[in-house]
């Protein structure tokens, strides 16, 4: 699993093995020898997502069907972002960082060999990733360039509602936010491992994490918020902010109406890694055994396998 699974495994690094590809196109629900976890998911359009994830795996997701690309390596893929089908970009470890164009992947200098578990584009030249040991790193569409980010924790998650309004997010609860001039700490009220960032405003932000831990900023204070779980929350996403969607261990899956956090009932108990919706009925939450379970604005269903 990936090494945030876990309060005790945030400080572990995992060792790489070798991952068997299969050839030709790879599907949801196939053997799971190969089958890759996904931990990242990035839509680009309707109906159009990437997914990354260990051993150098990468997906698109289209017409309910996930084809395998080539990556060019056997790295552990961390996380995905972009802001056009033509311009796509993947972290991982030992400071790798991959660029798709429209046509192939290719890796990018990235000046940095920690692992990389976050990543976060507000447009194709200006782009940050974070990972361990308080790594940050820009990219100006010339080159990547490290960022001081004043903490040596582990940072997992990184998103901003603009070039001016980035937040970092990570372990023994730190918070990090950029106003457009410099990184600065953000006082939270926990000392949580934070995984999962993401809000529809600067105004409205969530913050998840450890033992089921939600926060959410107002524009004037961070609140805590009951989640009804106490397992770790990895992943948040939304169409606005009373409709969010947050994911993480055991297969759990909740939803925010802008009054309260419910669990929507997901047939799996697999743990969740990343989700992403496309602004339509359509999300997509990915995790272990190349589980990816889809939302069609009613229920969710596991891709089904060997869909031809």
């Known amino acids: 699993m990936p090494k945030y699974g876990s309060i005790l495994v945030v400080l572990v690094s995992l060792s790489l093995i070798p991952f068997p590809f299969s050839e030709g196109p790879a599907r949801a629900g196939i053997d799971p020898s190969q089958t890759p976890a996904w931990t990242g998911v990035w839509g680009g359009s309707p109906?159009?997502?990437y997914l990354v994830g260990e051993y150098g795996a990468i997906g698109h997701y289209r017409n309910g069907e996930i084809t395998r690309m080539e990556s060019g390596t056997r790295v552990w893929l961390s996380a995905v972002t972009g802001t056009s089908s033509n311009s796509i970009f993947a972290a991982g470890y030992n400071g790798l960082i991959l660029h798709y164009d429209g046509r192939a992947w290719a890796p990018m200098a990235s000046g940095v060999t920690n692992d990389l578990n976050g990543i976060w584009?507000?447009?194709?030249?200006d782009v940050y990733a974070v990972g361990d040991r308080g790594t940050m790193?820009?990219?100006d569409g010339t080159r990547w360039a490290s960022v001081r980010s004043g903490t040596q924790n582990l940072l997992f998650g990184i998103w901003g509602s603009s070039s001016n309004?980035?937040?970092?997010?990570g372990g023994r609860g730190t918070l990090l936010h950029y106003d457009g001039q410099a990184w600065r700490p953000v006082s939270l009220p926990s000392r949580d491992h934070f995984i999962g960032v993401w809000g529809s405003s600067a105004d409205d932000v969530f913050l998840v994490g450890d033992e089921g831990i939600i926060l959410h900023f107002d524009g004037k204070a961070w609140t805590p918020m009951k989640s009804g779980v106490s397992d770790v929350l990895r992943a948040v996403w939304g169409r606005s902010g009373g409709d969010v969607f947050v994911a993480g261990e055991n297969g759990h899956v909740l939803h925010f109406d802008g009054r309260?956090?419910?669990?929507?009932?997901v047939a799996t108990a697999e743990p969740l890694r990343s989700l992403w919706g496309d602004g339509t009925a359509t999300v997509l939450a990915v995790g272990e055994n190349g589980l990816v379970l889809h939302y069609d604005g009613s229920q969710w269903k596991a891709l089904p396998a060997n869909k031809r």
Request: without cysteine.
């Open 165 to 169: 309004n980035v937040y970092a997010a």
């Open 47 to 49: 109906g159009d997502f």
């Open 260 to 265: 309260s956090w419910r669990v929507q009932p």
């Open 137 to 139: 790193i820009h990219y």
């Open 121 to 125: 584009a507000a447009s194709p030249t």
